[in-house]
Every structure is written in structure tokens, then in C-alpha cells.
């Protein structure tokens, strides 16, 4: 792993609050001290969420959403990827990771379980447009977005997610507000404060999962309204708390119900190891825990297909800790009704990627998800915790399917596509960009697109997303 070395710094102690070592990190890293790898990596994540924002736009949740987000917001000069709005940056940053994240279909830190990029790149692209910053320094504050994401999310091992809180939706804020004080160029000790500040918005919590809501869509840029306006509240001499996460009734505190935190894990090699580079590319648009058994079913797709009257039993095997999300209560999860319930219904997954031979935004039409055939397959598959699993490093799975006389085929994947040395490349992610924008746009637009972010580096970010335009 390459390293840098900080500037020189006033000493730390033991007691150094975790809020002040990310501001050390955001004072002392900027574009050019990353390491080429976390830069190239950066570029292709940033070119893959960008996409993923266009093909939100054709979704029936995109005009509702952004009619709402427009007539709370005001008028500004940055803009809503694909759309005519221009709107303050806090709205703009708003809306644009609505987009981001509203197809479920972007990047996720397998350990952390959260999406990394939808939690700090709306900040860097809306600020960073109002503030006619370079592309180079906009990566360079999205990366330690990541970062700080990636460690508060990795540091409670699941335990947001246990209480009941959307990771994403609470780290958010944090991220957020680190990337808009680093472009704002505030001081350790501002940047500190600044995530004393998000401390008193961080939430989004899971009720979405009962109905197929839409509030999930949201969170992310729920996150970068209040980072943004946490960096212009601490600018302007707001006084917050210095240790919003391992102080009394912080973050930790108040989230996590008693859960295991392991603070060491944040301070670890903080700035010269840099975790984003683990995050993962989803392949396919769905939570990214049912992805293993999404590709297990896609292969034995071909032996099952010509006898579907002959199977006894399918089971799906995920992660133990996966389970309440993808995969119980298994009656409601066996008959989706909405795409989002789709999206988090492993025996749906299983049942159209056995159908289909594979899963994309076709198996989350309305015409899939009513689908008789779907739903009577899906009512076929049970699901149990896997033994074999390197969780939460890979999000592993596997699909077994029993027939009636006593045969049975089985695919197991320990890695899923995406992850670890299965990562997506920049032609395999330039492939996707490329549907996800030939949904609202012609093939030639998407094109000129994806050339424009390939060659983005030593514009401004302002000139760069005036050729994103449709």
C-alpha cells in the first residue's frame, strides 16, 4: 500500500478526540499527495455514481422527489445532474445524491456497509461548481469524504444497522460536512467542529424496509444539505462539540444501543492507509448483500431452466447478519410488490436471475415484478445462514436447488463481483455509465459524457458539468 507522510503538526496525544484527527487528515492531504492508485480509483467511482445519477432520472420516484426538493429549496447557479435546476448548493447537493443513490446501484464499502461515494460526492461536485474549485481539488476532498465515511462506518461493525439506523444516512453527515470544510478551507480546529456540528443531524433510520418507501433515496443527500450547512455555520464562528463521537451521548452513545465500537480502527494509519480503496462496484442494482446469490443463480440459470417443475427446494445462503435485511419476514419477501421491495428481497433476486439468467433494471420493471411466474418461483426459496463466508470483507453467497428426485445443483460465490480482486475496471465501469446515461439520453450524448470525465482533470469542476448536460 503506498503511503504519505503529514505535514508537520502539532503533537497528538492519547486523548485527541477522533473529530480532530479526520480534520488533521482533511487539513493535511491534498490531490497531489494521494497516491496514484486511490487517485485512479477515485476517478472511476466518481465517473460510475455520475452515471448512476442519470439513470435515477428515469425512474417514476426522480420527478416527484426533485419537484419536492426544488419548491423547499432556492434558486442558485449549481446544477441538478440531467435536469434544467439550478439551485443553491445545499440544494443542489441535496438532490444530486437523491439521484445518486435512488437506484440502490452505487458503490458500497463491504465492511463498513455503507455507500461511500453518495456520502460525500454531491458535497464535492455542488460546492465545488458554486465554488469554481479545480476537477483535482474536488477529488481530492471527495477521497477524504470516503475516508471518513469508511472508518465511522467500519468502526461499529454493523451495529447502525442493528438499531435500525441506514448507515449511509448517518455517516453522511459527517463525511459531508468534512468535504465542505475542506473546500472551504477551514482549519483543523474548524473541521473539527464542523463534525461537532453533524452530530446533531445524523440519522436515517430503516422504516423504508416496511413498505418499499422512498426515504432511503434520500438520506445521502440529506446528509450533504446538513455538511454543507455545518461548514458555513462553523465558518462563521458557530461553537460545537469537540467530541461528537466518543463523547457522552454522541454518536456512539446514542446509536448504537451498547454495540461494540472499536475506536482504533479510525486512528489506525489514518491518512497513509487509505481504506476507499476496498469499496466496491455494484454490477448489478440491487443491495448489494444479494449479489453473490444474484450471480450463483445467473449460472446455474442454463441446467435449472428446462425444469422448473421438477424442483423440490431452492436455497439461498447469505451472511447470518444479512439476513433480516434481504431475506426475513420470508412471506413478504417471497411476494414483492414495489421495486424497492424487489431490490431487498433475495428470493426475488434468486427467483428472476434463475428466470433470466441474469438481474438488471429490466427485473425491476413493474412488468417483472408481476410477473406470476416470478413470484411462484420465489415462493420455492428458503434462505439460511452461510457457514463458509468471509463477511463482512466479502459479501459472499450461494444458491442451492433440490430436485424432486433427489438431484441438486449448487453455485457458490466467495467473492463477489466487484470486490477485492474482482474489481470493476474503468472500461468495465465506462460499459456501465454508458447504459445507465443511454437511459434518458442518445448513444452519442453518453459518449460525449464519459469523454468529458475521462478528461476532466485540470478543468474546473464548473466546466466539467456544463458538458454533463442533456
Same mark, same amino acid.
Request: hydrophobic residues 45%.
Given at each position: 500500500?503506498?503511503? *504519505? ?40 467511482? @466518481? *465517473? ?23 419548491? %423547499? ?28 443513490? +435512488? ?11 455503507? &455507500? ?7 458535497v464535492a461536485l455542488s460546492l465545488g461548481e458554486y465554488l469554481d474549485i479545480s476537477w483535482n ?10 475516508? @471518513? ?14 438499531? +435500525?439506523? &441506514? ?105 497513509? &492507509? ?171 450524448? %453518453? ?24
Open positions: 500500500m503506498t503511503s *504519505l507522510k503529514f505535514d508537520e503538526q502539532p503533537v497528538r496525544t492519547a486523548r485527541e478526540s477522533l473529530a480532530m484527527g479526520f480534520a488533521r487528515m482533511a487539513v493535511s492531504v491534498d490531490y497531489d499527495r494521494l497516491p496514484v492508485a486511490v487517485r485512479n480509483k477515485a476517478k472511476v467511482h @466518481v *465517473l460510475d455514481t455520475i452515471g448512476l445519477a442519470f439513470a435515477s432520472l428515469s425512474q417514476p420516484f426522480a420527478a416527484p422527489s426533485l419537484a419536492g426538493i426544488v419548491a %423547499a429549496g432556492g434558486q442558485g447557479r449549481c446544477r441538478v445532474l440531467g435536469t434544467p435546476y439550478q439551485l443553491t448548493a445545499r440544494d443542489a447537493a441535496m438532490a444530486n445524491g437523491l439521484l445518486m443513490h +435512488g437506484l440502490d446501484f452505487d458503490d458500497t464499502h463491504l465492511a463498513s456497509i455503507i &455507500h461511500a461515494s453518495v456520502a460525500s460526492l454531491p481539488k474536488m477529488l481530492a476532498a471527495y477521497v477524504l469524504g470516503m475516508e @471518513v465515511a469508511i472508518r465511522i462506518g467500519a468502526s461499529v461493525k454493523g451495529g447502525f444497522h442493528a438499531t +435500525g439506523f &441506514h448507515a449511509t444516512g448517518v455517516v453522511s453527515h459527517f463525511s459531508s460536512a468534512v468535504v465542505a470544510g475542506k473546500l472551504l478551507g477551514l482549519n483543523i480546529e474548524q473541521i473539527c467542529a464542523v463534525q461537532g456540528v453533524a452530530a446533531s443531524t445524523a440519522s436515517g433510520v430503516q422504516v423504508f424496509l416496511e413498505e418499499g418507501a422512498w426515504t432511503k433515496r434520500m438520506h445521502p443527500g440529506w446528509g450533504a444539505l446538513a455538511g454543507i450547512t455545518a461548514a458555513y455555520m462553523t465558518q462563521a464562528g458557530f461553537v460545537a462539540p469537540s467530541r461528537p463521537y466518543e463523547g457522552k451521548f454522541g454518536l456512539y452513545d446514542t446509536h448504537l444501543d451498547g454495540a461494540e465500537v472499536d475506536e482504533a480502527l479510525i486512528r489506525a494509519d489514518l491518512g497513509t &492507509h487509505w481504506r476507499m480503496l476496498e469499496t466496491a462496484i455494484k454490477p448489478y442494482p440491487i443491495c448489494h448483500f444479494s449479489h453473490a446469490c444474484a450471480e450463483a443463480a445467473a449460472i446455474l440459470s442454463p441446467t435449472v431452466l428446462g425444469r422448473l417443475d421438477d424442483i423440490d427446494e431452492i436455497v439461498a445462503y447469505l451472511p447470518q447478519p444479512t439476513l433480516h435485511i434481504v431475506a426475513e419476514p420470508a412471506e413478504k419477501k417471497q411476494r414483492v410488490l414495489t421495486d424497492y421491495d424487489a431490490k431487498f428481497s433475495v428470493q426475488y433476486v434468486v427467483a428472476a436471475s434463475l428466470l433470466r439468467g441474469g438481474f438488471g433494471m429490466n427485473e425491476l420493471s413493474p412488468e417483472s415484478i408481476a410477473n406470476p411466474q416470478f413470484t411462484r418461483l420465489a415462493t420455492q426459496i428458503i434462505c439460511k445462514a452461510e457457514e463458509n463466508t468471509e463477511f463482512p470483507k466479502y459479501f459472499s453467497g450461494q444458491v442451492t436447488v433440490k430436485f424432486k428426485n433427489g438431484e441438486m445443483v449448487s453455485e457458490h460465490i466467495p467473492i463477489n463481483k466487484g470486490a477485492g480482486a474482482r474489481e470493476m475496471t474503468w472500461d468495465h465501469v465506462a460499459e456501465k455509465f454508458l447504459g445507465n446515461v443511454g437511459m434518458v439520453a442518445s448513444e452519442q450524448k %453518453a459518449a460525449a459524457m464519459l469523454d468529458a470525465i475521462n478528461h476532466a482533470e485540470g478543468k474546473s469542476v464548473r466546466d466539467v458539468l456544463s458538458a454533463l448536460t442533456l
